[in-house]
């Protein structure tokens, strides 16, 4: 069957949004947006995700969301949802649009694609294995809706921690900041067994452009930044605009203070501010100290999903195959 995969319009938004209602049905979940919400965080003038839809005799039939990202490899892509509807499926449409996806990231240098993947697709996990993605067994996502979000503010401690420093503040990181940042992250890699692949000049080039690729909060003791929060914005299938941590990181002389706790508040207010309905977070097996700061704030693990990354030196492997 001849399909054509292209970039998707604004005029494709109401199909793309009952292709959406269909995958909802299917996995359970409930719609929180509407082809307005498509619209106008699709095609503004910073769009929040990019689609393309597959197309069977002018008819969308498919499609693929998906949203820049970044990470201590730097640019990055982040895979939301591929779907086909059930009438068209078995004809290659979902590999051809998965193929799209990983030919856009390489064209665009990105250093990481991302993509989550219920564990029970095991057929799938082997398929993206052999493109040269890498499961990640040992880590979870943490995440919370808007009602957990209002709830764990609602409940939010006014107490402070003792703690015996004289001035602490949490504030939004500014081009400055990035020289301690920077020393943060490669000290997070370092304990988390990780690769730093990025520099303080990627930070002040892909966090304070017209377009930026993150943002952050620095945690300043005593006039001296000591712990970070790095985030993005993300956008879900069903939910809408959310925002993902990609790394909290204070350095261990001013941890047990609870200024983690703290700026996980800082981002959890700035959230619900902005109407954002969901807040995640990928965290190792092993770091129990994250963990516990996440369940705090009311985050919980969301079952049987694998994150599966893949780098851009095994995507170039890959597609030159």
């Not at 929040?48 to 949203?67: C, H, P, Q, S, T």
């Not at 294995?129 to 209002?150: A, C, N, P, R």
């Not at 504030?171 to 988390?192: P, T």
Request: net charge positive; with cysteine; aromatic share 12%.
């Amino acid at each position: 069957m001849d399909f054509l995969i292209k970039e998707g319009e604004v005029s494709d938004m109401p199909t793309v949004l009952e292709l959406i209602k269909e995958l909802a049905k299917i996995t359970g979940k409930d719609v929180k947006i509407d082809v307005y919400d498509l619209i106008k965080d699709g095609f503004s003038l910073n769009p929040l995700f990019k689609v393309f839809v597959a197309e069977i005799k002018r008819e969308i039939v498919g499609f693929a969301i998906f949203y820049r990202a970044y990470s201590t490899n730097g640019k990055s892509m982040i895979l939301e949802d591929i779907f086909v509807s059930k009438k068209y499926k078995n004809f290659g449409i979902g590999l051809s649009l998965f193929a799209k996806f990983l030919n856009v990231a390489r064209k665009n240098g990105m250093k990481r694609l991302e993509w989550t993947l219920l564990d029970k697709h095991k057929n799938l996990l082997k398929l993206y294995q052999k493109s040269g993605g890498k499961i990640l067994w040992d880590t979870d996502v943490y995440s919370m809706d808007e009602h957990d979000i209002k709830k764990a503010l609602k409940h939010k401690s006014t107490k402070s921690k003792k703690n015996p420093f004289k001035q602490v503040i949490i504030r939004k990181g500014e081009k400055e900041d990035m020289k301690d940042v920077i020393k943060l992250i490669i000290e997070a890699s370092i304990y988390k067994k990780t690769s730093c692949d990025i520099d303080i000049f990627d930070l002040l080039k892909d966090g304070f452009s017209e377009d930026a690729y993150f943002s952050t909060y620095v945690l300043e003791v005593d006039k001296k930044v000591v712990g970070m929060l790095l985030y993005y914005t993300t956008y879900s299938t069903f939910k809408g605009k959310g925002v993902i941590i990609e790394e909290l990181f204070i350095t261990e002389k001013y941890r047990r203070y609870g200024f983690g706790q703290e700026l996980n508040y800082k981002l959890l207010e700035y959230v619900q501010k902005n109407n954002m309905k969901r807040i995640s977070q990928a965290i190792y097996n092993f770091d129990d100290e994250t963990i516990d700061r996440s369940k705090y704030v009311g985050a919980t693990v969301v079952k049987g999903l694998k994150i599966i990354q893949i780098g851009h030196k095994a995507l170039d492997k890959f597609i030159n195959k």
